[in-house]
Nanobody, 122 residues
């Protein structure tokens, strides 16, 4: 499966962005889709995942209540709605897929998109 992340950009603190992860090659059926981010000089950080079966979601504490992950079955797309953005949310955001049950560990995910830059100004 190939993943394409998009929707990043420059936004002021308190603003919103919506990221999209589109899949091609195979459908998302039975995949868990996760979002991660990586800031310069830092390790890749888990943000959220959604299990395709049942749509169960899980969030990192740092984004809980501000970010929402959702899926659009018809478009084979997973969305990440980001509200109340903070400067510390600045990073390259990646979507990833796994056929395993899925968790917050990036090594669980075997398929990665190319990343999209999110910059939040203060």
């Amino acid at each position: 499966v190939q993943l394409q992340a998009s929707g990043g950009g420059l936004v002021q603190a308190g603003g919103s962005l919506r990221l999209s992860c589109a899949a091609s090659g195979r459908t998302f059926t039975s995949y868990t889709i996760g979002w991660f981010r990586q800031a310069p000089g830092k390790e890749r950080e888990f943000i959220a995942f959604i299990r395709w079966s049942g749509g169960w979601t899980y969030y990192a504490d740092s984004v809980k209540g501000r970010f929402t992950i959702s899926r659009d079955n018809a478009k084979n797309t997973v969305l990440l709605q980001m509200n109340s953005l903070k400067p510390e949310d600045t990073a390259v955001y990646y979507c990833a897929a796994t056929t395993l049950y899925g968790d917050s560990n990036p090594s669980t995910y075997g398929y990665w998109g190319q990343g999209t830059q999110v910059t939040v100004s203060s």
